[in-house]
């Protein structure tokens, strides 16, 4: 059967270039931040978000997990139900929505994969792992570029099942694997003590099948490094120190997680993809009405939730940067 | 380790499952001024139980027994214990909660529900010694009882908090005068971060005494290494050698506290 080829000239422009600032998924929508359920129901229920960063960081993705898997997937042995059906679900949605991008020949349950922007194939049988390279969950994560996790539904409790996490921002899936989600929320500040933490996590457990839901969570990123593992603090944590007024906005990015949420009516889990965007202040600062709005939430900001988001020792310098701006 | 006896002279039911015994010892007296009895003997039963003592008379041989009776399994033990005269063995391995320096003035406490227990004897050693005494209790004590122990012993001297705030602590260990020693009891993790503070504050290694309490000791999980260890303090991982920040962030499929990388 036919299927597109491209060449590696195409394929550089496959994926159609849009200024980021005119994309960038901006996550304040008033002058202050303060954690609340913020969940909205997801328009378009789509997974995925096919940007131009898509070679680079699925590249990233791959090397992470050649060389430190197990920091970048954990999985217990009964997710594989809920790890067929996110892999089933993923490739679908490629197919329909991006046609030129990914292909499927299904032979009963014999499935061929194609990736045209990667230029790859894979045959497996449906159900058998064996046939494929990495788990289920494994395999289809290192064709996109948002982490997936696998929330597990079981004893009228939310657990980390299964997760490939290689963009964290600061947290441990070695760690938080088979963790509740009251749990593995305990470090964020007053989330658990508020009741907010229980509440949510209400909310989650009655979620429905084909009614997903979004919210976007942010923090700030020195150098614009994805893989802010805690793993690594030591490489990438001391850079905070570098941080002065002059240098603010090159150095500082906002890093705005764009997180979805599907029930997954088989396996009655739920998926949780973590697309992770990144802007230089120096960037965003080319929207003034951006500049003067992430000022005043950073300076409303409580100390302690700076403190849990790793910046509060070069806010001040970002607030001065950005007041210089305007 | 010789059986001692001893006659009991009153009892008094201090919490829902705790009492107070005061007794005589008959010949040898106890070794400490602070410490715990392994086993009990009395009409030829044999019992392991939980118990701690304090000394209130050296000359008279008196002690205060505190017993949990919710530690014991045996149901003669909780429903026909104590009788007049029973034999005490004591367990050499205690270390009690806080013990009293020559020039100490003031003694401040942190404890919570789980250390509360091993802090009742040394309230009445400070009291047997004219020590004052603060108490700062975390955690909703349930057990209405006891703290109405609690406040008979220590009048004012002791305050009720849901949590240790580090800038509620911070206030408290600042006002401090010379000769004040602080008792830190409860979980590790806490206990560390309650000496960091009190560190921070001015006070010296001399100054704090630690107890970290629970069924076994507390093990920390390496970020970097993924290495399982037992918590201690200024923890560095064995394996690795990383500097730890250990956190209060526990993992049961671990049975571990999440120990980040600290830096400089």
Redesign the interface.
Known sequence: MYHMELTSASRSHAIPSQPLIDRFPFPFKEDKYRYSNNSKALESPLVLDITPEYFEEVKSKRDILAKTHNRAYQALSHSMDGQWEILENIIEEMVEQHPGYFGLEKDGDIWTFYNYLLEEQQTFTLGDPSTLPYEPLDFIGRHVQEDLIYIGHRNGDLYMDAGQLCFPANWSIAFNLGMTYTEFHSPVPHYSDSGLAEKVRNFLLRMEAGKPWTRLNWTLTVDGVLPTFPEIFDEWGTKANEVTVENAGERVYLRVEDQKLFRLPRSYGILFGIHTHLISVEELCKKQEWAVRFCNVLEDLPDYMAEYKGFLSYKPYLVQYLKNSF | MEEKKCELLRKEKIGHHIHKLEVKMDDAVLSKDCGKIRTIKWEGHVFEHPILYVRISKRRKKYYLFLDESKSECSLLRDRFPCSNFYLQEDEEYVPAYVPRNNDQKVISFIDEQSLFDTLPVIDLLLSKNIEQQIYAAGSLSDNKIKQYLNRQLQENVTYMTSFTSTHISSILSGQFIGTSLSITGTWPVVQELKKLAVSQGFTEEEIQCKGVGPKQKKV?C??C?SINELKEDMNCPDCH?DLDV????????EAY?G??E??
């Open positions: 999980f970020v970097k993924y990383a956190s209060d962030h526990f993992s049961r499929r671990l999440l980040y990388i830096i400089e």
